[in-house]
């Protein structure tokens, strides 16, 4: 897959190489050395440690990577890209802290549910913690914003605390509390965004050359791509008129040069990759390492689906990067990695 993802975004980059290419050898170093390269040695390295060494030090891990995301509020520190604060700068490279809050966050919770095992069914250690820690998770991002990410944790949460035996009636409270939330947000004027995102889900041509112009060059460039696509390096949307090509519009680019096929097989690999990931949750020697497998699984595999569907139509925009394929080198180093942790804990499946 991440082979596969590299040979998507070289097509897709050649937009980028035509427009800036000063801006493509950073964007491609980025990808290739922080991404490819070091996200390699960190699935080896990964699979190597013992998983039980990620229970001993959840907390003081999860503590860090929030106390790394709320450093991109300090001036000097915090990169801002198109309205929003996500960025840390380190010299020649970038890095978004919230690709590890991610995997902070499901270490710790993994380590939370399999220590109060069946007490996770009562208030006090079940659903009550769980809305601290998404609580102050949001609170963080909400001020970035980054509502996408907020998404991704929210729904890995609530799949994590589903395995763990959470109580149904919480899981539904839950849920509405959070989609009301979420209503509330778009009434203020920091989140006219989300509205936007809403109301062009619903209507997809109400603004085409505004808030709807991303999803109507999409359709344009997946519909282009017919059956078998274009072919390779054959995508026209991506040179001028579909915005953020290596971006979370990537997959729309896949489509029209890979086809209908093309975007089938895409499918089928992550749909692959989740029936294994699962797998190897099924067959974990403990609870902590059943639940750490599903909350990884959950993250790469949320992620993904929230950009496919918002690339068809099928959900809104909301700016998430495709694992394994869009441009995004902390996005991949973190992914590998958190696979790299996956494999060691396959090294210990029940047979």
């Known amino acids: 897959m991440v082979l596969g993802g590299l040979f998507i975004f070289t097509s897709a980059s050649l937009g980028l190489l035509a427009g800036d290419g000063a801006n493509f050898s950073s964007v491609a170093f980025n990808q290739i050395f922080l991404g490819v390269f070091l996200g390699s040695l960190a699935l080896v390295l990964f699979s ?39 960025w840390l700068s380190l010299g020649p490279f970038s890095l978004q802290p919230a690709e590890l809050l991610k995997i902070g966050f499901v270490i710790y919770f993994a380590a939370w549910l399999a220590g109060v095992k069946t007490k996770v069914l009562s208030l ?31 729904v890995t949460a609530i799949g994590m605390f589903f395995v763990s035996g959470g109580n149904w009636k919480h ?3 839950l849920v509405i509390v959070l989609l009301i939330g979420f209503i509330i947000l778009t009434s203020f004027e920091n989140y006219y965004y989300l509205k936007d995102r809403l109301l062009t889900y619903f209507d997809p041509g109400r603004d ?16 282009s791509g017919g059956i078998f ?9 991506k040179f001028s008129s579909l915005p953020e090509p290596i971006g979370d519009s990537i997959f729309a680019v896949f489509a029209e040069e890979w086809g209908f096929i093309g975007g089938v097989v895409l499918l089928v690999l992550f749909l692959v990759f ?26 790469i595999i949320t992620q993904s689906s929230i950009n496919i569907a918002s690339m068809l139509g099928v959900g809104p925009l909301t700016g998430m ?31």
Do not use: E
């Open 48 to 86: 190597k440690i013992n998983y039980k060494v990620w229970n001993k030090y959840a907390f003081y891990i999860f503590l860090g990577s929030l106390a790394l995301t709320a450093l991109v509020f300090i001036p000097g520190l915090g990169i801002k890209h198109g309205g929003a604060v996500r």
């Open 124 to 154: 006090k250690y079940g659903i009550l913690p769980l809305c601290i820690m998404v609580g102050i998770i949001g609170g963080i991002l909400l001020m970035q914003p980054d509502t996408g990410t907020l998404i991704v944790i929210a």
């Open 171 to 173: 899981i539904t409270g």
């Open 208 to 223: 085409p050359t505004g808030s709807g112009y991303q999803i109507q060059q999409s359709f344009i460039a997946i519909g």
């Open 229 to 237: 696509g274009r072919g390779f390096g054959q995508s026209i949307q």
């Open 274 to 299: 989740t029936f294994r990931g699962f797998k190897i949750a099924a067959r974990a020697p403990t609870s902590f390492a059943r639940l750490l497998v599903v909350g990884i699984i959950l993250l």
């Open 321 to 351: 990067p495709l694992i394994f394929v869009s441009k995004g080198g902390t996005a991949l180093f973190f992914a590998l990695a958190s696979v790299g942790i996956v494999l060691n804990v396959s090294k210990y499946q029940k047979t």
